[in-house]
């Protein structure tokens, strides 16, 4: 399973609305999850099961789509939201990750 | 809390082995699936391998199949990864990384603060 993120980098202001995509090669049912990474940290995880947040992670962030197409939204973006985003598909033998998207 | 702490690191020229562990804490190590994930510097993360609750089932990425062993001592609650065979393309930092849920596929929760490994000569 290959997945794709798109776009590979989005320039946005705080405040706006940000959109980013995942594209897989084939249907994931909805085992897909979102994560956030900082520079010089882990991953945290945003979204799991395609559309539920995770303890603690505001509800600015929401997560949509099933099969092969998914989405990652933020609705009004704060100024520690400016981070490198990854989508990544859960299996019970192996994970994929996305390429990611960097949001500046 | 839940925690999980790597250590192992260092730089280490091609060809030789390294030993990466991960001690788990704040929580019943058996009762997780744990997995190793990497990311090359200024790169994305690629997941390398996995090890389901009692150390029978493991799987790898085709990138480290042969070469990277995963292993597990819930006695211990550490997760291991024995790296032989090293190319200057395993630089990478190393994380372990917990399930979050106690089901063979979950997303990842905790995961540990990272140990840079270097292949150089």
């Not at chain 1, 559309?51 to 939204?73: H, K, N």
């Not at chain 2, 995963?70 to 372990?96: F, G, P, W």
Request: charged share 15%; aromatic share 10%; with cysteine.
């Amino acid at each position: 399973i290959v997945l794709a993120q798109s776009p590979g980098t989005l320039s946005l202001a705080a405040g706006e609305r940000a959109t980013l995509s995942c594209r897989a090669s084939q249907s994931l049912s909805h085992f897909l999850a979102w994560y956030q990474q900082k520079p010089g940290q882990a991953p945290r995880l945003l979204i799991y099961g395609a559309s539920s947040r995770a303890a603690g992670i505001p509800d600015r962030f929401s997560g949509s789509g099933s099969g092969t197409d998914f989405t990652l939204s933020i609705s009004r973006l704060e100024p520690e939201d400016f981070a490198v985003y990854y989508c990544q598909h859960y299996g019970s033998s192996h994970i994929t990750f996305g390429q990611g998207t960097r949001l500046e | 809390q839940e925690q999980l702490v790597e250590s192992g690191g260092g730089v280490v020229q091609p060809g030789r082995s390294l030993s990466l562990s991960c001690v788990a804490s704040g929580f019943t190590f058996s009762d997780y699936v744990m997995h190793w994930v990497r990311q090359a510097p200024g790169k994305g993360l690629e997941w390398v391998a996995v090890m389901w609750y009692d150390g029978t089932t493991k799987f790898y990425a085709d990138s480290v199949k042969g070469r990277f062993t995963i292993s597990r001592d819930n006695s211990k609650n550490t997760v291991s990864l024995q790296m032989n065979s090293l190319r200057a393309e395993d630089t990478a930092v190393y994380y372990c990384a917990r399930n979050l849920g106690r089901a063979t596929s979950s997303p990842l929760g905790p995961w540990g603060q990272g140990t840079l490994v270097t292949v150089s000569s």
